[in-house]
């Protein structure tokens, strides 16, 4: 690690601040260039250790930044790994203010719910089916605490990948008995479509996200813990939205969920 306990510590408080607060900043690696991934994932730690004192619930994780699309949009080539608290769930058709966020964009997910525990490393697509309940619609709202949505890998994940806000709902299915890739999704803002894809778009299944998400706390000696919801990343690119939006995701054989922005 290249950061002292003290400056983790004032860099979460910091991010943790602008999320409250609804206040961007500038990414963290332009004052701390030498941070490294261990110092970014502490930061996210201590972000969410500040949540769980105030008695915050862990929900589940996401993994973001795992489509092409995204990658492209974003600039970047890695899949990165958050997690959700109850603070972030919106129920489904309900209102999310655009004035508690800074510049908010949905994406339209695959959502996990699984059964058993799963463990890394060596955790694959098999067993993240085998270990999955359902499957449903999730939008993920995603907030950047960086202006202008500019920053790199490290930063992101400080920055708890820029969770906000999710809601899941439409049809629940059992994971096993649809193929999540060619499962066809649309995204509408207002009525119009704005963004279609595939499961596939995500690292050419949905699962292998999940998979990737628990070889990533394995290597933390951590589990993903029965009952986690796992948003499994944006299938599109992120659509920007405001106030007076009417979001709705559509996924085949998974109906619909939607979300009011005002
Ligand atoms: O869920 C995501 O794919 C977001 C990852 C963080 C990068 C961003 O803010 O777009
Ligand atoms: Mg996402």
Redesign the pocket.
Known sequence: MALNASTLDQLADHLENCQLKAQDTLKITESHPDMDWDDAYAIQDRILARKLARGARVVGY?A??TSHA?MKQ?GVTDP?FGFLVDEFVVPEGAEIKVSDLIHPKV?PEICFITRTELKGPGCHIGAVLAASDVVLPGI?V?D?RYRD?KFDLKS?VADN??AARFVVGGRIAAARDLDLRTLGVVLEKNGQPVAMGAGAAVLGHPAAAVAMLVNHLGRRGQSLPAGSLVLS??ITE?VAVQAGDNVTLRIQNLGSVSVRFV
């Open positions: 996401k973001g930044l995204k974003m990165v994406e993920e995603i950047s949505f992101v990948t820029s990343g944006g992120a």
